[in-house]
C-alpha cells in the first residue's frame, strides 16, 4: 500500500468514527449540563468548597469563579512544584526553578501545557500525577463551561443569568472527561502504552551502553492530555515516545480523542438552542478547514522534492517510522487546529510550507473543531462576526438565533479577536530586538524568526506544542510565555462571558423575510470567508517573513 492511500485511508476511518461518536456525545453532552439532578459525588464536592449548585450567575460572578478557581490551581500547582524536592514519590529530582514553575503552572492551568523541561528528567510521580494531570482534566472542564454559558446566553432571553460555574466545573470533569479519559487509558495499555509507578532503572541499549528510565501513569495522562486537548506529554518525546503512543492503533485513537469532544460539542450548541442545523452548520465550517488543512499538509509533506525525500517518499526528517508522512500530517494538523499541542514529530523539521500551515492553524484561532469548549466560544464569535458584515453587505440589521448584534456585541467580539494577535505579534517583536532571546535560536534567518513566532503562538493560543528548535528554558521565555499563556486564556474568555450576558439579557427577535438564515450552506461559506479573511490575514506578513519565506526558497 502506498504511503499516500494509507494516509487517506486513516482520514476516512477517522472521520467515520467521530461520525458514530457524534450524535451519542452530543445529546448526551446537552444532557449533563441541562439537567438538574446532582451525582451524590458532586453534591460532596458542592459540601466542602461551599458552593450552591442550583443558583445561577450573572456573567461577572460566573467571570470571577472562574478567575478564582484558576488562580488557586495556579498557585497549588507553583507550589507543589517549587516543594518537589521535599515530596515522597519525587524519584529524587530537586525543586523546580521559579521561572520553570511559573512558566508550567501557567502553561497547565491554561490548558496550554507547553513545556521548557524535560519531563522524565525534571518531574516525580506526585507533581505529574496530583498536579499536572488534574490539571489536565480541570482546565478543560473550565473551558467547556464557558463555552456553555455562551450557548445559554443564545439559548436564553431576558435574563442575564448563565447557570453555575461551580456546577458546570464539576459535571464537565465527572460526567465527560473523566469516563472517556478512563475508557481512552485502558485502550491505550492494551496497545502497549504504560501505566505504573515505577522508579528510575537502567535499560541497555543494541549499540552497548545502558540508558536510564523512569515508569510513570503514562496511559492515563495520555488520554485526557489528548481527550482535554491539553497536550503536556510524560516524556520529553511526547507522542512520539513509544511509552506514550505505541503504534499505528494508538496513533490514530489519540487523534481520534483530540477530536472529538470539539466536534460533539457543536451538536450539543445545536441541542440546547433548539435548532440541529445551527448545530451542523458550524460542524461543516469546522470539518471544510480541518480537511482543507490536512490536503495541503499531506501535499506538502509528500511532494516536496530532493534526491533524500524521493528515497524516504517524502519529507520523512522529524518523523517516526511507525506513523509514516500520513500519521504524523493528521496528527499534526489536529494538535494546531485544536488547543492540544501534544506533538507525534516535530515541526521544526517539516518542509518550511509545513510549518506554515501548523502555525497558520493556531493563528485561526483553533476552531476547527478547535480546544475543547475554546473552539466551539471561538467559532460562535466568528460567527457573530459574519453575521455582523453579512448585515452591512445587503443593508440589513444583523440578527443570530434571534439576538441583535449590535454596537456592543460586536466591539466585545472585536476585542475577542484582537487580543491573541496583539500578544503573539507583540512578544515575538520585542523578543527579535532584545540580544538576549536571539541566543535560544538554533537557527538564523527565516527558520529561526519561525522559532520565535511559533512559541509566542503557541503560548497565547494556548497550543503548547513546540517548534522543538528553540531552547525556551530561559528566565526571558519562561516568564514572557507564561504571561502570553495566562492572557491567551483569560482575557479573552472576559469578553466571551460579557457577550453571553449581553445575548441572555435580549428579548428573542422573531425570523422575518430579511432574516439571514444562518443553518444554510451559503452561510458556511460566508463563516469560512470571514475565519481566514479576519484571522488569518492578520498573520500574513510575519508568516511571509518566516515559513513562507523560507518554503519559497526550498
Known amino acids: 500500500m502506498s504511503p499516500v492511500l494509507a494516509g487517506v485511508l486513516q482520514l476516512v476511518a477517522l472521520v467515520a468514527a467521530l461520525g458514530l461518536a457524534y450524535r451519542p456525545l452530543g445529546d448526551y453532552m446537552a444532557g449533563v449540563y441541562s439537567s438538574t439532578r446532582h451525582l451524590r459525588v458532586e453534591k460532596w464536592i458542592y459540601k466542602a468548597i461551599g458552593a450552591n449548585p442550583a443558583a445561577d450567575m450573572r456573567w461577572p460572578a460566573y467571570l470571577r469563579a472562574v478567575l478564582a478557581f484558576s488562580l488557586a490551581c495556579l498557585l497549588f500547582l507553583y507550589l507543589l512544584q517549587r516543594l518537589q524536592g521535599v515530596l515522597p514519590g519525587s524519584l529524587g529530582f530537586a525543586s523546580i526553578d521559579p521561572d520553570q514553575a511559573f512558566n508550567t503552572a501557567a502553561s497547565f492551568v491554561a490548558n496550554t501545557n507547553w513545556q521548557?523541561?524535560?519531563?522524565?528528567?525534571?518531574?516525580?510521580?506526585?507533581?505529574?500525577?496530583?498536579?499536572?494531570?488534574?490539571?489536565?482534566?480541570?482546565?478543560?472542564?473550565?473551558?467547556?463551561?464557558?463555552?456553555?454559558?455562551?450557548?445559554?446566553?443564545?439559548?436564553?432571553?431576558?435574563?442575564?443569568?448563565?447557570?453555575?460555574?461551580?456546577?458546570d466545573l464539576v459535571r464537565g470533569t465527572f460526567r465527560v472527561l473523566l469516563p472517556i479519559a478512563a475508557i481512552g487509558a485502558i485502550v491505550l495499555v492494551a496497545c502497549g502504552a504504560i501505566q505504573n509507578f515505577a522508579g528510575i532503572h537502567e535499560v541497555g541499549q543494541f549499540a552497548g551502553g545502558a540508558q536510564q528510565w523512569n515508569g510513570g501513569a503514562v496511559a492515563s495522562q495520555e488520554a485526557i492530555k489528548e481527550l482535554g486537548t491539553n497536550g503536556g506529554g510524560y516524556f520529553n518525546a511526547n507522542s512520539s515516545h513509544p511509552f506514550e503512543n505505541p503504534n499505528p492503533i494508538s496513533n490514530l485513537l489519540e487523534i481520534f480523542l483530540i477530536l472529538l469532544i470539539p466536534s460533539a460539542l457543536t451538536r450539543t450548541f445545536g441541542r440546547m438552542v433548539g435548532s440541529l442545523k445551527q448545530g451542523y452548520a458550524v460542524l461543516a465550517t469546522m470539518g471544510i478547514i480541518w480537511l482543507g488543512f490536512n490536503a495541503l499538509?499531506?501535499?506538502?509533506?509528500?511532494?516536496?522534492?530532493?534526491?533524500?525525500?524521493?528515497?524516504?517518499?517524502?519529507?520523512?526528517?522529524?518523523?517516526?517510522?511507525?506513523?509514516?508522512?500520513?500519521?504524523?500530517s493528521i496528527f499534526a494538523v489536529a494538535t494546531t487546529l485544536t488547543s492540544t499541542g501534544a506533538v507525534n514529530s516535530f515541526h521544526s523539521s517539516y518542509t518550511g510550507l509545513g510549518?506554515?500551515?501548523?502555525?497558520?492553524?493556531?493563528?485561526?484561532?483553533?476552531?476547527?473543531?478547535?480546544?475543547?469548549?475554546?473552539?466551539?466560544?471561538?467559532?460562535?464569535?466568528?460567527?457573530?462576526?459574519?453575521?455582523?458584515?453579512?448585515?452591512?453587505?445587503?443593508?440589513?440589521?444583523?440578527?443570530?438565533?434571534?439576538?441583535?448584534?449590535?454596537?456592543?456585541?460586536?466591539?466585545?467580539?472585536?476585542?475577542?479577536?484582537?487580543?491573541?494577535?496583539?500578544?503573539?505579534?507583540?512578544?515575538?517583536?520585542v523578543a527579535m530586538a532584545l540580544p538576549t532571546p536571539g541566543h535560544s535560536m538554533t537557527n538564523t534567518g527565516a527558520h529561526g524568526f519561525s522559532e520565535i513566532l511559533y512559541a509566542y503562538t503557541s503560548g497565547a493560543n494556548n497550543n503548547g506544542s513546540a517548534f522543538a528548535g528553540?531552547?525556551?528554558?530561559?528566565?526571558?521565555?519562561?516568564?514572557?510565555?507564561?504571561?502570553?499563556?495566562?492572557?491567551?486564556?483569560?482575557?479573552?474568555?472576559?469578553?466571551?462571558?460579557?457577550?453571553?450576558?449581553?445575548?441572555?439579557?435580549?428579548?428573542?427577535?422573531p425570523e422575518t423575510a430579511g432574516t439571514l438564515r444562518t443553518a444554510k450552506p451559503?452561510?458556511?461559506?460566508?463563516?469560512?470567508?470571514?475565519?481566514?479573511?479576519?484571522?488569518?490575514?492578520?498573520?500574513?506578513?510575519?508568516?511571509?517573513l518566516g515559513p513562507l519565506a523560507e518554503g519559497l526558497a526550498s
Open 355 to 429: 510549518g506554515g500551515i501548523t502555525m497558520l492553524g493556531m493563528q485561526l484561532g483553533e476552531v476547527a473543531p478547535g480546544g475543547v469548549g475554546s473552539g466551539l466560544y471561538g467559532m460562535l464569535i466568528i460567527a457573530v462576526i459574519a453575521v455582523f458584515i453579512a448585515g452591512l453587505m445587503v443593508g440589513r440589521t444583523p440578527e443570530y438565533l434571534g439576538k441583535k448584534i449590535g454596537t456592543r456585541e460586536i466591539k466585545l467580539a472585536a476585542c475577542y479577536i484582537l487580543i491573541t494577535p496583539a500578544l503573539v505579534l507583540g512578544f515575538t517583536a
Open 116 to 167: 521548557s523541561y524535560y519531563g522524565e528528567q525534571a518531574m516525580g510521580h506526585v507533581v505529574q500525577t496530583g498536579g499536572l494531570a488534574v490539571q489536565n482534566f480541570v482546565s478543560a472542564a473550565v473551558g467547556m463551561a464557558v463555552a456553555i454559558a455562551l450557548v445559554r446566553g443564545f439559548a436564553r432571553s431576558r435574563t442575564g443569568e448563565l447557570g453555575n460555574f461551580w456546577s
Open 297 to 328: 499538509m499531506m501535499w506538502t509533506e509528500f511532494a516536496h522534492h530532493g534526491p533524500a525525500f524521493d528515497i524516504a517518499g517524502g519529507a520523512m526528517e522529524g518523523k517516526e517510522t511507525r506513523f509514516g508522512i500520513g500519521g504524523s
Open 522 to 544: 451559503l452561510f458556511t461559506g460566508v463563516l469560512v470567508g470571514t475565519l481566514l479573511i479576519v484571522t488569518g490575514l492578520t498573520y500574513f506578513p510575519a508568516l511571509a
Open 470 to 509: 528553540l531552547n525556551a528554558d530561559t528566565q526571558w521565555f519562561n516568564t514572557t510565555i507564561g504571561l502570553a499563556m495566562l492572557l491567551g486564556r483569560f482575557l479573552p474568555m472576559v469578553f466571551v462571558l460579557a457577550l453571553a450576558g449581553s445575548l441572555g439579557g435580549q428579548r428573542p427577535v
